[in-house]
């Protein structure tokens, strides 16, 4: 195998952001008053039954998660990214930190009154779900950790208790049919639907 020691066409650059194309999700978690709170958040990843969430401190969801370690991971499709947009330039913290003062944040305690979503009760967990997102999925907090290099947000591990999917997105009975669902995507501050099918991976079951 030979090495190639200069890579032609590429640059070493220093981004801001590296959010290089992930779903979006909308966190519902519980407010001290038992009102509900929804934090747009792209940084995530599943396996298993283990969901991580990236999470800023400073924020009202990680304050709840605190709290009360139960949230609903609600995902939804690319017909809903003006209703993400509405939610964005919000927090649900009543101190708006001053940094994201700065850059045009305000304080909003009724999240749900200003980007037409619905509250629909959850099974197992006290947040409610959002009718209009396709995946709404129950999940507990196991653990909260902060890292030492990078201070600014927290890794929160999540343990799924029960997935919700709308009916049309559903196949053979427990399957979501990846040729009707597509997840809304963040790229780099944009947001994107997915693009056509390119293939099966060799242990797709359907
Ligand atoms: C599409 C989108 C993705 C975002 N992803 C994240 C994320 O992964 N983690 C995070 O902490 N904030 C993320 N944010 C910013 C939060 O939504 C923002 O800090 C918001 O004020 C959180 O609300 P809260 O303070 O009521 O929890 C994202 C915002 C948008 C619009």
Redesign the pocket.
């Known amino acids: 195998m030979t090495i190639i020691k200069q890579i032609p066409n590429t640059k070493m650059i220093n981004p801001k952001i590296l959010y290089y194309g992930f779903p ?1 999700i909308l966190l519902s978690t519980l407010n001290e008053d038992g009102t509900v ?1 929804i ?5 995530s990843w599943a396996l298993g039954d283990c969901i991580v969430l ?3 401190l400073g ?3 990680i304050e709840n998660l605190e709290r009360h370690p139960e949230c609903v991971i609600n995902i939804p499709d690319p017909s809903l990214w003006e209703n ?2 509405q939610l ?1 330039p ?4 009543k101190t708006v930190p001053d940094f ?1 003062k700065q850059i045009g ?1 305000t304080y909003r305690k009724e999240k749900f009154d200003i980007c037409g979503f619905t509250p629909i009760n959850s099974t197992t967990v006290i947040p409610t779900r959002i009718m209009e997102c396709p995946i709404q999925i129950e999940a507990k907090v196991k653990h909260i950790r902060i890292p030492d290099y990078s201070p600014t ?1 927290a890794i929160v591990e999540t343990q799924t208790i029960h997935v919700h999917a709308h009916e049309e997105i559903i196949i053979e009975e427990n399957h979501i049919d990846p040729n009707k669902w597509s997840p809304l995507i ?1 790229n780099f501050r944009h947001y994107f639907g997915l693009g056509s099918k390119l293939g099966n991976n060799f242990r797709s079951e359907i």
Do not use: D, R
């Open positions: 979006v709170n934090s747009p958040l792209s940084s990236g999470i800023g924020g009202k969801a993400v947009e964005a919000y927090t649900g913290k994201k944040f947000f963040y």
